[in-house]
């Protein structure tokens, strides 16, 4: 119990910290975002954004720091994040709840799914060491050096534009309206796998190579060796016994490559026009659009911590001794 | 240097020494101009132009040998500055302990968790003007904390080793302490991550290019990649446009991590062994089991068996 505790008030301090570099990035840096802005919009911005803005970057001159602080606080407690002017004048929350359940299901998934599928063949590879199998590991390698966006244009080209089989772009089919019919879900489904099998053939290679590096470490320790020689199945060694062990630095590597990882997910949407918060990201940098810039980054940074929280618990749950710590 | 006779280091050596050498000369040795627009628009690979033309008939070739120079430099500047960071930060927490190692590692995790990308989107998105150096820059503090993680962790372990407290009741100073007993113990694991960071600082480079957060004017191969994207390369099949670029960052990917294996395996025998004996247990009929490290040690003892 004491150190899933420690974890969360380790991750109520993250939450904190991102939030404060939000505020204080814009402050910090050099120029007059806001005038650039102004002459870029051709006074096409509302006066209303225009104060927003002068808020958001700092650029108030009657109030202390202090005092945006605590107001930009206050706006983040209200779940106000600003207007976005891509989409003006939706106001920036509204865009973001819009699109963070497509990406919440297309990352969240085949991240997993890769996880699982690379953890499985790093055990596999690890414990059958030494035979052909071991002729896969530069296959890995050169998976894990290339960009999650450039395997998502191989992917468009081999399987969207020569043999087209699946969509190349979009979330869904556009003669329908989003709602939970099976029609569309289908559609969703249908248009999710091109994306999906990108992240998860991207990332699937990391995890093998770090869990069959470990099993080979741990399948050397007297209590495999020991397991081993009492005659128990060869199965059970291999996953009760030295799988179980080896897969302990996956799981937090897990929590600590999902930055990264999430990250390179957010340009595959990017790539796929994909209607998550990775495009959206893409739609705002490509107007300049700052507070959905920023929205973007602390909905995202957000997202990251849960997902960590969830991987310690299950690490406490498969390591008995992080819970026996206290 | 026995990571030189390590195959798999080696053989990123030698791709990675290839690279760094278009970089140096590649600005001399381009056929064309790269950005130089010509007749022949959207030609595919041709004697004239070996990896064809775009859309506006620059030389595909050409903009990626000149690239090379972008990508090269930001990667070896962030690695550097982040390696710093990592060091100082990772050795200064790992040998003071108490109160300052729990405030710098937590700024170290604080670093890990949050997601690098968008962080440095925000960054370089505000900036008036991204370049090259900039986003070394940029990247260089967001990306040190896991060598620094890596470090302290080592360092720890190092802290309470005989020779160290050896040299601590001899009356040595701490900078001695640190620069010349357990400095060069970290050695390869600075290597390392020196290694990591660049990779890490290439891909988030290229990616930055590739969706446009900097500067489009500088060529490298993200830069590439995002005209092919944004003059619909995809949809008119013209492959030669995207497929060299990506398969040069996968290149240089891959001989950044053949050298990192080569130091870890330099570092655990458990690693090296196996890698190195894989083929003699082969030709032996000999199948590795859990529990035993193969050990080989030249013909002779290969001949009795293995351990």
Redesign the interface.
């Known amino acids: 119990m004491r150190f899933l505790l420690r974890r969360m008030g380790?991750?109520l301090?993250?939450a904190w910290?991102?939030i404060t570099?939000?505020f204080f990035?814009?402050r910090l840096?050099?120029?007059d975002?806001v005038q650039?802005l102004i002459n870029k919009y051709h006074g096409r911005l509302s006066t209303d954004a225009i104060d927003s803005l002068r808020v958001l970057f700092g650029l108030n001159t009657h109030t202390t720091v202090w005092q945006d602080y605590l107001t930009y606080w206050g706006n983040l407690l209200h779940g106000d994040f600003g207007i976005s002017f891509t989409y003006f004048p939706t106001p920036v929350a509204e865009v973001m709840v819009q699109s963070l359940p497509w990406t919440l299901m297309l990352v969240g998934i085949s991240t997993i799914l890769g996880f699982v599928l690379g953890t499985l063949a790093g055990v596999g590879l690890g414990?059958r060491?030494?035979?052909w199998l071991?002729s896969l590991l530069p296959v890995a390698?050169?998976f894990?050096?290339?960009?999650y966006?450039?395997?998502g244009?191989?992917a468009?080209?081999i399987f969207?534009?020569?043999l087209p089989i699946f969509p190349?772009s979009g979330g869904y089919d556009g003669g329908l309206l989003p709602s939970f019919s099976l029609e569309f879900i289908g559609s969703a489904i249908y248009h999710a796998a091109l994306p999906a099998l990108t992240i998860v053939l991207s990332s699937v290679a990391g995890w093998i190579l770090g869990m069959r590096?470990m099993m080979?470490?741990v399948?050397?320790e007297?209590y495999?060796?020991v397991a081993?020689a009492k005659g128990l199945p060869e199965r059970r060694?291999m996953f009760g016994y030295?799988a179980r062990n080896a897969v302990l630095p996956s799981i937090s590597g897990f929590?600590?490559s999902?930055?990264?990882i999430?990250?390179?997910t957010?340009?595959t949407e990017?790539?796929f026009s994909y209607p998550g918060i990775g495009y959206v990201?893409?739609q705002a940098?490509?107007s300049?659009d700052?507070p959905l810039?920023?929205g973007?980054?602390l909905i995202?940074?957000l997202s990251?911590?849960v997902a960590?929280m969830v991987a310690d618990f299950a690490y406490a749950f498969l390591d008995p001794r992080t819970r026996q710590e206290a | 240097m026995s990571l030189v006779r390590n195959p798999k280091a080696l053989a990123g050596m030698i791709i990675l020494a290839f690279f760094v050498l278009i970089a140096i000369i590649g600005p001399w040795i381009a056929p064309y101009n790269p950005s130089k627009v010509g007749p022949d628009s959207l030609q595919p690979p041709s004697p004239a132009h070996w990896l064809g033309t775009t859309n506006t008939g620059q030389d595909i070739l050409s903009q990626l040998i000149v690239g090379t120079q972008g990508v090269m430099v930001v990667g070896l500047v962030a690695g550097i500055l982040a390696t710093i960071i990592s060091v100082i930060v990772g050795v200064t927490s790992g040998f003071l302990g108490g109160l300052g190692d729990e405030v710098l590692s937590l700024i170290s995790n604080v670093f890990l968790v949050i997601p690098a990308l968008p962080l440095i989107i925000i960054i370089a998105g505000l900036l008036p003007s991204a370049g090259g150096l900039t986003i070394a820059l940029v990247i260089a503090l967001t990306g040190w904390a896991w060598g620094a993680r890596v470090l302290r962790a080592q360092t720890l372990s190092l802290r309470n080793r005989d020779f160290v407290e050896a040299a601590r009741a001899n009356g040595e100073p701490m900078w001695r302490i640190i620069f010349f007993e357990i400095m060069p113990n970290l050695t390869a694991v600075i290597a390392s991550g020196f290694i990591g960071t660049v990779i890490f600082a290439i891909l988030s480079e290229v990616t930055l290019a590739f969706i446009g957060v900097t500067s489009i004017s500088t060529w490298n191969w993200g830069t590439v990649l995002f005209w092919a994207q944004s003059s619909q390369a995809l949809v008119q099949g013209a492959w030669w446009w995207f497929v060299p670029a990506g398969l040069c960052i996968a290149a240089v990917g891959t001989s950044l991590t053949l050298i990192n294996f080569g130091i870890d395996e330099f570092v655990n025998p458990r690693l090296r062994n196996t890698a190195a004996s894989a083929g003699i247990l082969r030709r032996k009929k000999i199948r590795a089991r859990i529990g035993f490290t193969p050990v080989y040690r030249g013909e002779a003892s290969a001949k009795k068996g293995m351990s």
């Open positions: 380790f991750y301090f993250t910290a991102a570099l939000n990035i814009p840096l050099p120029g975002p650039s414990w060491r030494g035979t071991d390698n050169f894990s050096a290339i960009p966006f450039w395997l244009l191989i468009i080209a969207g534009v020569a190349a590096n080979v470490t399948s050397s007297d495999v060796t081993q060694v030295a929590a600590l999902l930055g990264f999430v990250g390179g957010l340009v990017m790539v990201l893409f940098i490509g300049k700052y810039m920023q973007v980054f995202i940074t990251v911590l960590n």
